[in-house]
């Protein structure tokens, strides 16, 4: 309630606190003369004293005004800083910004105008073959449509795909955050009653806590589950997700609410509440959980990080997969690409065979799908290429990453045997020139082609001594070859927001190139090669510090490798060797032990 003022006003009047009317000004203060006639008429000092009073009302409300300004003012600069930083992309790179010049609001690459203001003729498939759809909000997330003007895919998702992400949409939005079913599924948590009968939303929650292509690697396997499943994917939102993705799905959020009802943190290895503990303690098997009729839990915990066990693994068995279908709430924690073991459960087989024709394609397509970078990272990403890339003949990517330790410490060089396999990788694969004798200005005749290499590593050593080897000697072929690193870290910092944003970058930069070098193991390069629809070359791990022999290999297919993948039989009960079960998922390439999908049809 308002606290009474010592003036009210009427209709064409003001009413003092003392009961005396005034008039208000009108025609140029007419009725005010009359008014203070009629004062100076009962008491000769009358108009002395109203003048007085004023004066003091008009030093009131300037005193008043002052302490309003006062007031207001932080409110009116936290609104002007956070309108100049939505208005005023932050450029992530170590690098400095070059200045502006009158080309440069021009794409270099199509000739159009601009990144941030994209014009509805442009000539590309936006809608990237039909993964997206139109209306979301351009100016909020300006990378959903503009990605397709820097990645030109051969690779066409098929109608069975299109046709379940829309339906995927519908679902999310209809169980997501703040809907009545998301509540009353939340509610059977907090219950911690069990389940007699089927509910209307099912989910999936990814915990997430890894490195940022880890990430993407997980995201996308537990997106590709739920789309198997009928459920909705909600994800960690205390990991900077909304700091470098915008929300994928129309009209709802796939961030999990800040009152989830439990302390999922605290999940981990042989946590009671784990399906590996529940089979191993005899929980599910023994009692009240044994068969399908009979009541489940309303949350199982999935623990499918790399030191997850035999039980634990049992997940990607048919009979197990079965009974978590009555299961309200899967809550995942993985830091792996598990979509291979996926393709060998009996049940799916046919439903992935519809969604992915060419089988090789799942992070391909899941990928652009869901990952759109925020305003930030899009904007270092397309000036960077448009100012450093966009005008050499052709792009080579070349990630590097060193898996040197020093006891718990990362050690990333300087390492001359890691640079000797990067040059007879790029050279013996003729992804760049052959260095001839000391440079000379001149070059080839006719030949004015330049290459354009894109280094990213936590060191800028590798990257200063190829551009040093190539700036102080000429080519064989006369070619010009330009070296450019964004970052250089030092040190992954997974933790850190603006690393996670400057790797993002890095990623989707990687992901532009024509040619693309990527080391073994390394989920970073993973994702560029997925997103990019590019088979790399993968140099090798080496031992001892020798160049390794070959130095590198040209990647069976454009899919990640699930680094952890179990080897048990589920049906024969016993171990096997699940990379000559089918023809389409086979070991990889540079973890032996691992497995990936492939395209092809005989084993």
């Keep these: 309630m308002e606290k009474p003022s010592s003036r009210r006003w009427s209709s064409g009047a003001a009413v003092e606190a003392g009961g005396h009317e005034e008039k208000l000004p009108l025609r140029g203060g007419l009725d005010t003369e009359r008014v203070l006639h009629a004062h100076a008429h009962a008491h000769p000092h009358a108009a002395e004293q109203q003048e007085a009073g004023r004066g003091r009302h008009r030093r009131s409300c300037v005193r008043a005004g002052l302490v309003l300004c006062l007031l207001t003012l932080p409110a009116v600069v936290l609104l002007l800083h956070r309108w100049r930083a939505s208005s005023s992309p932050e450029w992530l790179f170590d690098v400095d910004l070059p200045t502006e010049d009158d080309d440069d609001d021009q794409d ?34 300006r990378s959903r449509y503009q990605f397709a003007r820097y990645h030109k895919s051969e690779r066409i998702p098929s109608p069975y795909l299109i046709e379940r992400l829309r339906r995927q949409e519908a679902l999310q939005k209809k169980c997501g955050p703040g809907t009545k079913s998301y509540r009353s599924a939340a509610e059977q948590i907090r219950s911690g009653q069990s389940i007699n009968s089927t509910t209307d939303c099912s989910y999936v929650f990814l915990i997430i806590h890894a490195g940022l292509g880890n990430r993407m690697l997980e995201i996308t396997s537990a997106f590709l ?67 399908l009729a009979s009541a489940k839990p309303p949350y199982v915990y999935l623990h499918l990080d790399g030191n997850y066990g035999f039980h634990d693994k049992l997940f990607y068995c048919e009979d197990d997969q079965q009974f978590l279908k009555g299961v309200p709430w899967l809550i995942i924690r993985t830091d792996m690409y598990f979509v291979p073991s996926l393709f060998l459960i009996p049940s799916y087989q046919e439903e992935l065979s519809k969604l992915f024709p060419e089988k090789d394609t799942v992070f391909h397509h899941l990928g652009r799908y869901l990952f759109h970078p925020t305003d930030d990272i899009w904007y270092s990403v397309t ?65 004015n082609r330049t290459i354009a290499v894109l280094a990213t590593s936590l060191s800028s050593w590798y990257s200063d001594e190829i551009r040093k080897r190539y700036s102080e000697h000429r080519t064989v072929d006369g070619t010009t070859v330009k070296v450019y690193q964004p970052s250089h870290e030092e040190y992954q910092k997974s933790r850190n927001r603006k690393h996670n944003m400057k790797a993002l970058a890095e990623i989707y930069l990687l992901s532009m190139s024509d040619e693309l070098i990527t080391s073994g193991f390394s989920t970073f390069g993973y994702a560029a090669q997925g997103l990019a629809g590019l088979t790399p070359w993968i140099m ?64």
């Design 108 to 141: 270099i690459k199509d000739g159009v105008f601009d990144d941030l203001s994209p014009l509805a003729q442009i000539d590309y498939d936006r809608l990237l073959g039909g993964l997206l759809i139109e209306g979301f909000d351009e100016r909020s997330c």
């Design 383 to 447: 000036k960077y290429y448009r100012t450093y890339l966009a005008k050499a003949d052709k792009i080579v990517g070349i990630q590097i990453r060193i898996y040197e330790k020093k006891g718990i410490l990362q050690r990333n060089g300087p390492f001359p045997h890691i640079l000797e396999q990067i040059l007879s990788c790029s050279q013996n694969e003729k992804l760049l020139p052959e260095i001839g004798g000391t440079y000379k200005a001149e070059t080839a005749a006719g030949n």
């Design 225 to 291: 589950y739920a789309l198997l499943t009928d459920r909705i994917l909600l994800v960690d939102r205390y990991k900077e997700i909304a700091d470098i993705f915008c929300e994928p799905f129309p009209g709802t959020s796939w961030l999990i609410p800040s009152d989830f009802p439990l302390s999922y943190d605290e999940f981990t290895l042989g946590s009671p509440e784990s399906y590996g503990s529940m089979l191993q303690n005899n929980v599910i098997s023994g009692n009240r959980y044994r068969s």
């Design 540 to 603: 090798y791990r080496s031992v001892n510090h020798v160049v390794p022999d070959p130095v590198c290999g040209r990647a069976m297919s454009i899919e990640p490798c699930f680094h952890q993948a179990p080897f048990y039989d589920c049906k024969a009960k016993r171990d096997t060797d699940l990379g000559k079960v089918v023809p389409y998922v086979k070991h990889c390439e540079d973890v032996s032990w691992g497995l990936k999908i492939v395209y092809r049809t005989r084993l």
